[in-house]
């Protein structure tokens, strides 16, 4: 309980801090996702079970939307289906190693990204959103993409030595990486 | 393939959280620009946090952007401080030109007033004291323009007369040397009397205890003496000494500052007449006629 919880709190100050350092950079457009790096890591360490990770995962989703101003259960429902295609890929891959952790978290986030403009195309009249303006932002989402598996191995590192502070993660053997999604 | 009772738990648990944004969003599409209560708690909850780091982070990035771009303020500083030098020295030279503009202008405008005759001269050299009084001041108009005795007028007032003539140069005797004497009279009641040079500081006139004087008022020239055009300052009453008899001493201050004299004016009236038989030696044949 206590990495769920840790899960959340830290997944709502990165959020925060997104926020923040976009505005003192006057960033618009290549903004990390880090509450999807933390999902990405949530699915891939498989320390949660699955009901926990999506609760997780749904909650990180309903903060971003209130974060991003996006309509309320849009990323909700996008993290939520992210985080179960995650957990199934979590069950054939493992990562270890900072490059995989990039491409991770830039797959994951192209998933959300996609999930978000496809819920968002199919409730546009609704809505009241217009479907061109919609695809020329899925354009711009390289850039979201990019900047996401930038940040995802300082993440990683975050949560690793977060973990082992706490003492729910025992600290990596001296040879190597911890690996990442070893069979439960 | 066994399906334990914890699967059949854990997969009903995982499609009950999945309606979770299903309703969420079916609430959103029937009102998209509504926030339910919940919303409004959970951001009232987390505002304090998001300030907070908000806050963080600016200031986190307010150091850093102070520390990158330090080197390109202290650039543009120095880019800023030479640009203000030289503007401070153009300020400085347009300043210098409009007082001399002004001197120009006044030094026209009192010839325009003078009814004699009058050439230009510039100021090339002073005679200090010790104490930095201007005992006398040295004009650009030597032998060819000026001769001794001449009067010597600025648009202050009267500087003195031409004392002795060289070359290219003369020296003015100032209105408060001791040998100066000048006709003057009170400009108010018309008191005539001869100004003596007393001391670097000023000069007196003695005249009779019928007029009444008082300290403030204007010494003029009375133009008894052919040399000083009527009716231009000499200076004001500083001090009315009465004197045994029935005189009484003016103490005079000079109107003009003679350390700030640049260009003065030469009274040609009292100049002998220029020797006919060598023409090429007058003022006129140098180009410069006298001016009315």
Known sequence: MIRAFTYLIVGWVLIAVGGGLADVFMITVMLPATSVVVLTHIAFSRA?????????????????????????????MAYALAFVALSWAAERLAITGWPTRMLSAF?????????????????????GLRRDALWTA????????????????????????????????????PDGPSPLGAPR | ??????????????????????VLLRNTAENPHELSAFDRSVRRIGGPLEAAVSYSTSMMGSFFER??????????????????????QTLRELAELAEENTQLRRALQMRDRTPADMIPAERVGVDQSPFFRVLNIRIDRGT???????????P?????????????????????????KIAVEVARNRAQGILHGDSEYGCIVDVPKDYEVEPGDLIQTSGVDELF???????????????VGDQQRLHVKPEVRFDRVDVVWVVLAGAPRPDTTEPSQGPSSMGLQPIR
Not at chain 1, 141 to 166: D, G, K, N, S
Not at chain 2, 67 to 81: I, K, P, V, Y
């Open chain 1, 48 to 76: 949660l079970p699955m009901p926990l990770g999506l609760a997780l995962a749904i909650a990180l989703g309903y903060l971003e939307d209130l974060h991003q101003g996006a309509p309320i259960g849009t990323l909700t």
């Open chain 1, 107 to 127: 797959v994951s986030v192209l998933v959300v990204d996609l999930l978000t403009a496809a819920i968002l195309v199919a409730l546009a009249e609704p809505l």
């Open chain 1, 138 to 173: 899925l354009w711009d989402a390289r850039w979201h993409c990019i900047a996401t598996a930038l940040v995802a191995p300082p993440v990683w590192t975050l949560f690793e030595r977060l973990f082992i502070l706490l003492k729910i993660q025992e600290p990596a053997a």
């Open chain 2, 1 to 22: 393939m066994a399906v334990s009772l914890r699967s059949i738990q854990n997969a009903t648990i995982v499609v009950v959280l999945l309606a979770i944004p299903v």
């Open chain 2, 67 to 88: 520390w990158f771009m330090q080197a390109r303020l202290q650039d543009a500083n120095e880019r800023l401080a030479a640009e203000n030098r030289e503007l401070a």
């Open chain 2, 144 to 154: 060819r323009f000026a001769k001794p005795g001449m009067a010597v007028l600025s």
């Open chain 2, 156 to 180: 202050d007032g009267v500087v003195g007369r031409v004392d002795k003539v060289f070359d290219d140069y003369s020296d003015v005797m100032l209105v408060t040397d001791a040998r100066s």
């Open chain 2, 229 to 243: 055009p009527k009716g231009h300052p000499v200076g004001r009453v500083v001090e009315v000494e009465q004197l």
